[in-house]
């Protein structure tokens, strides 16, 4: 039988609520079960894929091609599974299938209503997955906070979960801030006690609670929270301000957590955790450095909008026994009078995904700065098709070549509109999305990283390398070093003379684990540290 834990906000947003359920599936994958995660945001666009980085960071995408919140590339780091489609439902996706179901006639004639036809439909979304996945346990992480208007009918639908299932199955854990008094720095447990009374009156009890504070909460906190809010004392468990996230499920663990949730699902007899988090960990804490690294975007004011990459350098760097530097750099203030100024102090440079013109004059300036003084180079999507119009601009000759994005009226359109895009006006879902293969060739430094001749990487693009300018390019010095042969389509170039110049057109950070550093991460800090 699958156990199902709801992990439920209150009080504010953006306390770590989607670390904390990742944390409690790696507590429970080092205890031998199996785990799915899930995100259940309650805003009404089918997806993140048309909302702005600004409103939402990055955009995450699964291997079967959803276009997810941030919060699933924390869960495939912490548990190390691949998720799918899914392990994201938003109120949009549940409207938009019962009504398709309506329109189909599906209800036989029936008035169509919130309960319960949008409640069971959100209950299916977590039936399916214990169904699909097989997994001992689902996490389900509700968005948003507790009272929230359009977060109501997810928690109805877990409170109703609740009632379906044996007692013991279901666990509901709920964080919360305990915040401040400015001035005198006393903590209150007074939002708590409200947030916890919210649920309650929503039909759901409280199994576990998990603080965040300022400061640490001393025992009379954990004291008050237990009489107000019904858990034993044990039950009150601080997420602790850590160097490393990676830290949180050891702080968890220190505090009984997963003993806590393995007694309530009568799971005692799971073997004990085999310290090899733990033991990454603490590797990672001894590293030195610093190794400086330029990001160089536009979206440089919100680091969600890069949290994958950046997590990935971090990642890569602990495991080289560095700590990697991250400097995000605007891209669209970047030009050839002040890239020196800008980029001199880098001992890599890394050029993120991206859509749009701004900013990407900047982001060829930067490639070229790269090339030109031998500083390890590493495009993603974009950033691959950044450094094919810098090669072709100034090493080809074409002057004036240029994305299609960018110019319709480019002379040479280096990177042009996939075939199967053309028409396509929908923007949400309608990109190459997802896992797609690879083979790498022969005597590329992209083999030499991975390994094997054939990987699986995901993407999301509408744009793609002009096939047509392929010799052109070969001979002004550019190697391609893998494609997808199904669809001819070049997915990884690289520059063989310069120390490391990379680029892909897939996404590897979605790919990348602190305890599995994807290879092209690796090869490029690697390569930045040896420009000490």
């Known amino acids: 039988m699958t156990k199902y834990i709801f992990v439920t906000g209150g009080v504010v947003s953006g306390i770590g609520k989607g670390i904390s359920a990742a944390s409690i599936g790696r507590l429970l994958k080092n205890r031998g079960l199996s785990v799915f995660m899930q995100k259940f945001d309650p805003y009404i666009n089918i997806d993140p894929g048309t909302m702005s980085p600004y409103q939402h960071g990055e955009v995450f995408v699964t291997i079967d091609g959803a276009e997810t919140d941030l919060d699933l590339g924390h869960y495939e780091r ?36 919130v309960i319960p036809h949008i409640t069971d439909e959100i209950k299916n979304a977590v039936y399916d997955a214990s169904r699909k996945t097989g997994a001992d346990v689902v996490i389900t992480e509700i968005g948003g906070t507790v009272g929230d208007i359009e977060g109501l009918p997810f928690i109805e639908a877990i409170r109703q979960i609740h009632s379906e299932n044996k007692p013991e199955d279901v666990l509901f854990i709920h964080t919360v801030l305990i915040p401040n008094i400015p001035g005198s720095d006393e903590l209150k447990t007074k ?32 004291r008050k929270i237990s009489l107000f809010c019904d858990v034993p004392e044990e039950a009150v468990i601080e997420s602790k301000h850590v160097e490393l996230i990676y830290e949180v499920p050891l ?33 990672y804490k001894q590293a030195e450095g610093p190794v400086p690294i330029a990001l160089v975007g536009k979206y440089v004011q919100l680091h ?53 013109e701004r900013g990407f004059e900047g982001k060829v300036i930067a490639s070229k700065y790269a090339r030109e003084h031998d500083v390890p180079y590493f495009g993603i999507c974009l950033g691959m098709q950044v450094g094919v119009v810098d090669i072709a601009r100034n090493l080809a000759g074409l002057k004036g070549a240029n994305s299609t994005e960018m110019d319709v009226e480019t002379p ?22 997802g896992n797609y293969a690879c083979t790498l060739t022969e005597d590329s430094r992209a083999l030499q990283l991975y390994g094997q001749g054939e990987i699986l990487e995901r993407h999301r693009h509408r744009y793609e390398f002009n096939n047509a300018y392929r010799g052109e390019l070969r001979k002004a010095g550019l190697s391609i070093a893998g494609v997808n042969e199904d669809l001819d389509l070049v997915e990884i170039i690289e520059l063989p003379e310069a120390s490391f110049y990379v680029a892909c057109q897939f996404h590897p950070e979605f790919n990348s684990r602190p305890n599995k550093i994807h290879p092209l991460f690796h090869g490029f800090v690697e390569a930045a540290m040896n420009r000490d």
């Open 304 to 356: 969600d909008a890069y949290i994958s990459v950046s997590q990935a350098l971090l990642d890569a760097g602990y495991d080289l026994g560095r700590k990697v530097e991250i400097s995000y750099i605007n891209a669209e203030k970047i030009t050839e009078e002040n890239v020196d100024e800008l980029l001199s102090f880098a001992h890599g440079i890394i050029v993120p995904g991206g859509f749009g």
């Open 412 to 433: 040479y359109p280096v990177i042009d509109l996939m075939e199967s895009q053309v028409g396509v006006e929908n923007m949400g879902g309608t990109q190459r999305l």
């Open 78 to 113: 912490f548990i190390d599974e691949q998720l799918t489609k899914n392990a994201s439902v938003t109120t949009g996706k549940i409207y938009s299938t019962v009504i398709k179901k309506e329109r189909r006639g599906d209800y036989d004639g029936a008035t169509v209503q």
């Open 251 to 283: 702080v968890f663990h220190e505090q009984g957590l997963d003993e806590l949730i393995l007694k309530h699902f009568h799971l005692e007899d799971q073997p004990q955790s085999d310290g090899s988090w733990k033991e990454m960990v603490d590797r």
């Open 191 to 222: 939002p708590t006690q409200h947030s916890f009374k919210q649920l309650m009156s929503q039909g759901i009890k409280t199994d576990i609670i998990i603080t965040r504070s300022e400061g640490e909460i001393d025992d009379s906190i954990k």
